[in-house]
Structure formats: structure tokens, C-alpha cells
């Protein structure tokens, strides 16, 4: 009888500790260790349209560095091409699964000065202006970019343990 309950308390014991260690790993601060090259996906948000997913990212702020949430190139409406150019927006269309927004949408279309009479320094900024940001340009182009601070993974999560003996 003895040996029974010294069995059962080591085997309550063991079990405490395993769920402790599950507990702590779960509820680790989900940063540590964060390389600043690496992008992670946030948790899933659930909008009329569909389900989705950003990145989180390290961003410079007030002397650190800090984990930022991206949502990137969300459609707030549907193309205006074809028989939707130059009319209303319309509402955004409906997607299956999750829509991940990882990447800027496209540009609209930009109509730049003619570069050749000016000066050096202008002609210079406008050169990077279209080589790092109007590389990718449509009339598609009615998308949000979305930043927030972080709120983790497991917002809202309870975890509840129930041990009966």
C-alpha cells in the first residue's frame, strides 16, 4: 500500500514536472533569440475576405530594436482594370485559405520628369526612386500596408491544467 502511494506521487510528481517544462517552453518570451534577418509569421487575423497572416520584423525604435507586426499588400478592393477602370472601387474579393502578406502590392503607374536637363543630385534621386520603388507598377494597385506593434502568438490563450488523483 505504501509502495503504491510512493509510486503514485513519483509518477504526479514526474507529471508536474513535464508540464511545467511544456508550460515554460510554450510560454517563452517568443523573441528570444531573434535574429534581425529573420521574418516570422504573426498569428492569423480573420477579415470578411478571408484569413490572414503578416510578418513580424525588427524595426529601430527609440534607441532599440523592436518587434513589429507587417501586414503587406492587403487589397482594400478589387482591380481597377477592365470594365472597372476609371469607375468606383468595388469591394475586395473573397480568397480561400490563408492570404499571406509578406510582400508589398504594386505601385500605380508614375509619370517621372524627363531626367536629362537636370541636375546631377535630382537626376541621382529620381534614378533610385524608379530602381527601388517603381520596379513593380499596375493599375492594380489599391493594396494596404498595415504596421502594428507585436502582439504575440498566443494573445488570448489560456491553458488550463487538471490533475485528479
Known amino acids: 500500500m505504501e509502495d503504491s ?3 503514485r506521487i513519483g509518477i504526479t510528481t514526474a507529471i508536474i514536472i513535464t508540464l511545467f517544462s511544456i508550460l515554460s517552453v510554450v510560454s517563452a518570451d517568443y523573441d528570444s533569440g531573434f535574429n534581425s534577418n529573420v521574418q516570422r509569421f504573426t ?20 534607441g532599440g530594436y523592436v518587434p513589429v507586426e507587417q501586414y503587406l499588400g492587403i487589397p482594400y478592393a478589387a ?5 472597372l477602370r476609371f469607375m468606383p472601387p468595388q469591394a ?24 536629362a536637363n537636370m541636375e546631377p543630385n535630382r537626376k541621382e534621386y529620381f534614378r533610385r ?12 494597385c489599391l493594396y494596404l500596408n498595415i504596421y502594428g506593434p507585436y502582439q504575440g502568438m498566443y494573445v488570448g490563450v489560456v ?7
Request: charge should be positive; proline fraction near 8%; aromatic fraction near 8%.
Open 5 to 7: 502511494i510512493s509510486r
Open 43 to 62: 498569428r492569423n487575423i480573420t477579415l470578411k475576405q478571408g484569413s490572414l497572416r503578416g510578418i513580424v520584423v525588427r524595426t529601430r525604435l527609440r
Open 79 to 83: 482591380p481597377p482594370v477592365g470594365h
Open 92 to 115: 475586395s474579393p473573397y480568397w480561400k485559405g490563408d492570404k499571406f502578406a509578406d510582400n508589398f502590392g504594386p505601385v500605380c503607374p508614375q509619370d517621372l520628369p524627363d531626367t
Open 129 to 140: 526612386l524608379k530602381q527601388e520603388y517603381l520596379t513593380n507598377e499596375s493599375e492594380d
Open 159 to 165: 491553458v488550463t491544467v487538471y490533475m485528479r488523483m
